[in-house]
């Protein structure tokens, strides 16, 4: 699959079957390859145990294969049905208030329940013993959307009773935990497995050992939940492509380990129902209203492709304003298409719009699809007929390993959120920040987790990895990568300790730094970073005091610790002591390509590029016709120079593609 492939959600069971026929007719003719079905039909299909109501889907699934369309497939265990929950309430999660989450809407289950693990198998087995040999139906996704609505951490008596489990295998001995927990402090010391509770309704914050440990085994638990279900469909669905479609933004689970075990990463991709959440300033909100972050579908593409191992799809495309936000803009003309071959550039295989018709009743009215509710063409409709055009033009190739990369462990993360230290820490932000940089900066990026292969990039970097072992320290010192390492790195060992050597604990080798105390400042502290050519930049709150013997590249300009260095450089790591952003963050970066080797392209603010194979990228988010910095020698396929504004361009280089991945 070399060649963008194009599809949409559809939901038959919610219209009059006497559309279905033409539906998927007007699919063929907008140039749909895809339709993705059923992720919210168990209560349809099994109205009560062991009663199956078959015959609408298999005349669906019959009508859109007949018309040439291939079927995606899904379990439906998103929406567990009410006879179910009658017979299980136990099922139902358990918010961090101690609440029960209860049933009429979706998601309204609980990862640690064996129970209903069981069930999930189950209808999972008569789906797929129904549907996985069908010719039409070609791939399969797993559930929807894990973590959407913050389900992933749940606090029932089922997680307290898994977590006891789940730490007495890490841990064999109940001493072996106090000693890891570090229970002494405040005499908080257990004597069996079973006095243990969920971190949670305490009068002060939890041990972070034990809150880290509850992040890992509600991340196990989505893990194991996913790969039950892939387990029965690789036994009764045989080559077929197995995928699901993670959220984007989400960080609650390790999406590197569910990744693991499936054919293609899918997740979904919302560029204006998330801009509001991001980082941006209210000048770059105001700006990118209609567009969505310049960074935000590059950021998802890159991050899915990579732990897909090359192989990406996006299930759920934006077509228009969204309903779940707290504010729910329009895009601009023109902007669906350029969210679609951004995707394709990033390396997506196919690209599903959400949804085919605009809904009439319940909770989703306002979202938008391809059709409105009474069948005629919206925006993104018209959009797809360009889209359409536009493939034609292109040949096939595919995306090429990239020469930088970041390295997001998802521990880390939850680490820095369960011993934050400075109230505004940016987290997971950070990741975003320093991918936007690099991109300005014109590099393509690929990511990697803790357990993947480092080698064979020329840069390598940590934006926040407060967790680093000493066998993932090896690795990263094995690479041979130039290396640029975020502050907090290394600062805690995969035990939430302090290392004995103090931060950036495994990774002190490689920096030559000593980290010997921390401050968060507040924003009125108006404290500034000082480069060696003079130039001073501020800096987010978060500063380190380290000692080092290597060169010193950039130092605090403060009352309080005038001189201290700011930013280090070893033969292999640039070690950061605060958390740079925009100017600053961007001359880092800059300097960081540059001595390893690799060229920078800078562009305008508005403007990012990309390569795949040998055809290069531009899009355009800005309001105005931009100019690309590149040279003359190239033939057009879309677009042209200047880049019209709010939309791109597309070139053919003699370029002979790298190995891909």
Known sequence: ??????????????????????????????????????????GLIEPARGQFRWDWLDEVIEILGDAGLKVMMSTPTAAPPKWLIDEHPEILPVGPDGRVRGYGARRHYCFSSEIYLSE???????????????????????????????????????????????????????????????????????????????????????????????????????????KAQVDVLRKHAPGREIT???????????????????????FDSYPLGNLMGSTLSDD??????????????????????????????????QPGPVDWAAKNPAPAEGIVRLWTWAAYAHGAQAVMFFRWRQAKFAQEQYHTALLRSDNSPDQAATELTQIVKDRNALPPVERCKAKVAILL????????????????????????????????????VDFLGPEDDLNGYALILLPQSMIVSANLAARISDSGAKLVIGARSGSKTPWMHTPENLAPGALAALTGVRVTRVESLPHLAQETVQLADGQRFAFCGWREIVETKEHVLARFDSAYCDGSPAVVRSDRAIYLAM????????????????????????????????????????????????????????TFLLGADPVGARDLAVWQEDVTPKRTI
């Open 284 to 317: 770059e909100k105001r700006r990118y209203l209609r567009t969505g972050a310049p960074d935000y579908q590059g950021f998802h593409c890159d991050l899915y492709r990579s732990q897909g191992r090359g192989r990406m799809w996006i299930l759920e495309q």
């Open 1 to 42: 699959m070399s060649k963008l492939e194009l599809g949409v959600c559809y939901y038959p069971e919610q219209w009059d079957p006497s559309q279905w026929r033409d539906d998927a007719r007007r699919m063929v003719e907008m140039g749909l390859d895809w339709v993705r079905i059923a992720e919210f039909t168990w």
């Open 244 to 266: 699901h479609n993670f959220m984007a933004g989400s960080f609650e689970f390790d999406h590197h380990a569910v990744a693991a075990d499936l054919d293609v990463v899918g």
């Open 120 to 226: 999930a198998q189950r209808i999972a087995t008569e789906y797929a013993r129904r549907y996985g040999t069908n010719p039409h139906v070609h791939a399969w996704q797993i559930d929807n959307e894990y973590n959407d609505h913050d389900t992933v951490l749940s606090y029932s008596e089922a997680a307290r009773i898994g977590f006891r489990r789940w730490l007495e295998q890490q841990y064999g001995t109940i001493d072996a935990l106090n000693q890891t927990w570090g229970t002494v402090f405040w005499g908080s010391l257990y004597s069996a497995f079973g006095q243990i509770e969920l971190p949670i309704g305490l009068v002060a914050a939890p041990n972070s050992t034990q809150a880290l440990d509850f992040m890992r085994y509600s991340s196990d638990r989505v893990r194991l939940f996913n």
């Open 409 to 444: 462990d998802y521990s880390s993360i939850w680490a820095a959120d369960i011993l934050p230290h400075d109230e505004d820490f940016p987290n997971a932000h950070i990741f975003r920040e320093w991918y936007a940089g690099l991109r300005q900066l014109g590099a393509d």
């Open 579 to 634: 958390i740079p952003r925009d100017r600053l963050l961007l001359s880092i970066l800059r300097q960081a390509m540059e001595w390893a080797g690799i060229s920078t392209l800078e562009c305008d603010s508005d403007i990012r590029m990309t390569r795949r194979g040998n055809l290069q990228f531009a899009f355009n988010f800005g309001d105005v016709p931009k100019h690309l910095p590149v040279g003359e020698h190239r």
